[in-house]
Each structure stands twice: as C-alpha cells, then as structure tokens.
C-alpha cells in the first residue's frame, strides 16, 4: 500500500498543501493520507500516526524531504524506523527526481542529500545571525518599536485623572504590566 504523508508550517501555505496532496493522491496513487499544517519543529501527530499506520510492504511517500524530516539524524531515524517495520519510503521531489530507500542506491542518495540540505540551512541560518549582528552594529536593526513606551504620556494623564491601571491598560491597548512599569520608572 501506497500511504502518503503531507505537510506545511502555517494555515497560510494552504496552496502548498493542496499541490502535495494532489501530487499524493493522483499522481502516484496513495490511498491513505496523513495531512497536517505544523512546524516541523513540534510535534507532528499526523506523520507519527503514518508511522504507527504503514505495515510490512506498504511505502511511505512524501513530495519533497524537507516536508518529513528537520535534520539528517531526524530522517535515519524515521528511515531506521521505516527499515525495522519492513516499510519503504519514496520522495517525489528529489533534485529533479525521485529516490526510493528500497534501493541501496536509493538509500545512499537519500542520506547525502539530507545531510546536504541540512548543511545548507545551517550556512543559511548563520549568514542570517551574522547580517542581524552587522545591521546592528551600524544601527541600521533596532528590533520591535517599543509600543507601550510611545504611550507614555497618555498614560501619566490617564493615571492623573484617577484612572486605575487595568483600565489604562485596556484604553491605550497595551499591557498591565507595562503600564505598572511606566508609572514606577516615572515615579523615580
């Protein structure tokens, strides 16, 4: 049996989604599919309950890597769990072409491309901190504009008129311990 597992981190990448279980469903004929829309960092009840599912000959098909498994040592252990239950698995999207771990050929391309990709995003993530630590030493990143600290006058005034600081709070859109934090940092 041919069971197919899809998935997507937000609600707002619904088109990916759909694409996948198009691609699952018709293309390569799955007739079960587990589908969810969740980091790939929590936890993943859909592609847990595929694992429990999938039985001795059946293949698990995924459209692309990076929609199964965050890391290379997260994939061998999805692959090493697949192995014991005498389950295959099989990516659609695998560099123009598809890879199928039934194959020792197909298990060896499969492991140096997730181990490929996993580099890749790491140099990424990296290049990422670097450029966030350069834009702040020039300046140019100063992070979130400080919402309650803008209102600081409005809150004062309200405070002046004998408003209590929940009531402030609800009028101004801010927190409570915001507000609490500007009226002692005034008071000093």
């Known amino acids: 049996m041919l069971v197919g597992y ?4 937000t609600a707002e990448q619904a088109a990916g989604l759909e694409a996948q279980k198009r691609d699952l469903g018709g293309a390569t004929g799955c007739t079960k599919l587990f589908v969810e829309q969740v980091s790939s960092v929590g936890e993943r009840e859909q ?10 000959g059946d293949v698990l098909v995924c459209t692309r890597l990076d929609r199964l498994a965050r890391s290379t040592s997260h994939l061998l252990a999805i692959v090493e ?18 890879v199928d771990t039934r194959s020792p050929s197909g ?5 140096v491309f997730a181990a490929m990709a996993q580099f890749e995003r790491e140099v990424m993530l990296q290049r990422q901190r670097e450029g966030i630590a350069l834009a702040k030493a020039a300046g140019k990143y100063k992070g979130r504009k400080a919402t309650a600290r803008a209102k600081q006058q409005s809150v004062l005034d309200l405070k002046a008129a004998g408003v209590g600081p929940s009531e402030i709070a609800r009028q101004l859109g801010i927190g409570r311990a915001s507000v609490y934090r500007l009226l002692t940092s005034c008071a000093q």
Not at 47 to 56: I, W
Not at 107 to 111: I, P, S
């Open 81 to 98: 769990e697949l192995d014991r239950k005498g389950v295959g698995l099989r990516i659609l999207d695998f560099g123009g072409g598809e």
């Open 47 to 56: 592609l847990k309950a595929a694992l429990d599912f999938v039985r001795e």
């Open 6 to 9: 899809a998935r997507t981190s």
């Open 107 to 111: 298990r060896m391309l499969l492991t």
